[in-house]
Every structure is written in C-alpha cells, then in structure tokens.
C-alpha cells in the first residue's frame, strides 16, 4: 500500500517538495510529527535511509512515533506489530509468526528524500518523484553545517509565512537597527534589477535607494525555487537560505540557515541564527500575527510594484491550490 499527499493533502501542490526535519533530528528512533495537514512518522532502517509512513497503527491506533526500530522494521510500542519499509506488517505478536496477517493491517508509505541536511516529502506518486530535490545553484559547494540551522514554528498559514520569504522591502521599518547596520536609513525606495520569474527559479536584485536619487544605493540578490527554497545574499560571501513547509492549516514551520565562505562558518552560522530568532523574528512575528485576513491573497491585498515576489507567488498558488484563500475550509 502507498498513500501520497496527491490525494490526502489538499495544503499544497501536487509534485513539490516539502522539508519535514532537519536529517540530524532522525537517529534510529523514529519521530512522530504533523506536516502538510498529516500524521506521519519517521524512521531509519538498518542502512540508514529515511522512512516516511502514516503515524498511527492499523491495530489499536497507536502512535508508532514512539516505538522503537529493529533491523529493518518499526515496532509498534503498544502490541508489538512490526511494519517493514514497504508499509506492510510482517509480525503480529499475539497472533504467533506463522498467523495470515489481515490486508488492512499496513500503514501508508509516502515519498520522501533526503538531501541539504532535510528528510524532504514529495507531494505526489512515488512514480513522479525526480531523482534529486532541486537546490539554489549559487549554494553549490556550501553543504550545511549540521545542528547550524535554526527551526522556527509561525501560528500562521503557509500563505501569509510564505511572504517572508519575498518580502524583503520592509526591513527598513520593521528591522531598523538591522538595517542601519547593512546601508543608510534613506534607503527605502525598491527597484527591481535583473527581474526573471519563469519557472520554478525566480531570480531579481532589489535596489534600495533614496527617494529623490543621491546617496549610495544597496543591492540584495534574491532567489526563490517555488514554492519554498529563498535565498539572500549579502555580499562577502555571506548567504541567507530559508525554507517552510505547513503544519496544518492554519501552521507552518520554517528554517533558517546561514551559509558563509569564511573562517569559521560553524561558529558564524550559530551566531547569526541566534541573531535571527532573536531579535528578527520576533519583530516579523509581532507585526504577522495581527495581519488580518490571516491567509493574505491577491484579493485581500492591495499590492505595488516592489511586491512583485509575492504577488507572482500568490498568483501560481491561487492556481495551483483550489480554495487555498478560504478563511472557513
């Protein structure tokens, strides 16, 4: 049996990937989470690949995230079923070795991949899967650090947490410190440089200038791979790469990473991830959580030239996720 989220999850498009854990995070016990509006529970067989299966024993509906795993099998904590890596069960205790096991008694595997430090969720049939998940060519070379990355959980929907990772022109209002720090407070004004949205790489150099012209402008090449890949980069070899995925609904969880060509990257990373949850995310959560309606949308927002980011990413959501925007679902 395999059960995909083409035809489980409404929360996202079908073919995408989704991060769901950091790889440091799944050892051999295996881990009980909610992503995408789904139970699942993670594991590793005795090779070490990354296992993704429905959460909750066909049995009794125990959590199989706090079983255990030997070999190549999850052991169900509460009876005893075990389940190979293909969703099936090969044992049922109480029942002896030699019992018919029942064609219900399986547990949905789903697609996943493991690669840039993630345990990633592929949004549609095993048969549709690419072989590689996509990464931001300009990181090629920067592997990341392990333990580096900072996990942040948001009370809001992947609609609206999805803007942060677009929207970049109110760093000088709601970050002004961080932005006095990188160029002058004049800078406010955005155009657009080398602006290029086709496909699933969308690339453009946002110039921060004065109102009026003078002064010296700031320059902040930003990527995106739809739907959820961004990236920063800050000059001397310093980048900013973030990441989310949905919890529910209403839910999202996100990373963050900062990725350096420097001496010391690990002790630089750390630090600058500190920064981050710290002192910026805070201050985006504060002004986030009090948007109203919370999902955001075209409809709800009346955009201008430098959203031009969110209001591409908007518009293929729209498409690609039928009733997405509906605040009563």
């Known amino acids: 049996m395999t059960t995909t989220a083409e035809s489980t999850s409404p929360l996202v498009p079908v ?25 699942l529970v993670a594991w590793r067989n005795s090779h070490g690949e990354a296992q993704l299966h429905q959460r909750f024993c066909p049995h009794r ?36 070795s ?45 592997p990341p650090i392990p333990g580096a990355d900072k996990e942040l959980e948001w009370a809001m929907p992947i609609e609206r947490a999805a803007e942060q990772l677009l929207d970049l022109h109110h760093t000088p209002f709601t970050h002004p410190l961080v932005w006095l720090s990188a160029t002058s407070k004049r800078n406010t004004r955005v155009v657009y440089e080398d602006l290029h949205l086709e496909g699933d790489h969308w690339r453009g150099t946002p110039r921060f200038e004065p109102d009026g012209g003078g002064g010296k402008p700031f320059r902040l090449p930003h990527q995106l791979l739809f739907p959820n890949q961004a990236l920063l980069a800050f000059g001397h070899g310093v980048y900013l790469y973030a990441t989310l995925t949905p919890i529910d609904r209403n839910r999202s969880i996100g990373w963050v990473r900062y990725l350096l060509r420097a001496p010391f990257p690990k002790l630089l990373s750390a630090l600058s991830n500190w920064f981050e949850a710290r002192f910026v995310q805070p201050e985006d959560l504060a002004v986030l959580l009090a948007n109203q309606p919370s999902r955001g949308g075209l409809q709800h927002q009346c955009l201008v030239k430098a959203d031009t980011f969110v209001a591409h990413w908007h518009q293929r959501w729209s498409h690609l996720v039928p009733g997405a925007y509906d605040e009563a679902h």
Do not use: N
């Open 61 to 96: 509906r125990a959590d199989l995230g706090q079983g255990e795993v030997k070999g190549e099998h999850l052991i169900c904590r509460f009876h005893g079923f075990a389940f190979d890596g293909t969703g099936q069960c090969r044992l049922m205790p109480c029942e002896g």
């Open 98 to 142: 030699e019992a018919r096991i029942p064609p219900g008694m399986t547990i949905g595997r789903y697609p996943c991949r493991e690669a840039q430090g993630f345990v990633w969720f592929w949004s549609g049939s095993a048969a549709s899967m690419p072989a590689e998940v996509p990464y931001l060519p300009a990181l090629a070379g920067l």
């Open 15 to 39: 073919d995408t990937w989704w991060p769901l854990l950091r790889s440091d995070q799944l050892k051999r016990r295996p881990i009980g989470l909610e992503r995408l509006g789904l139970q």
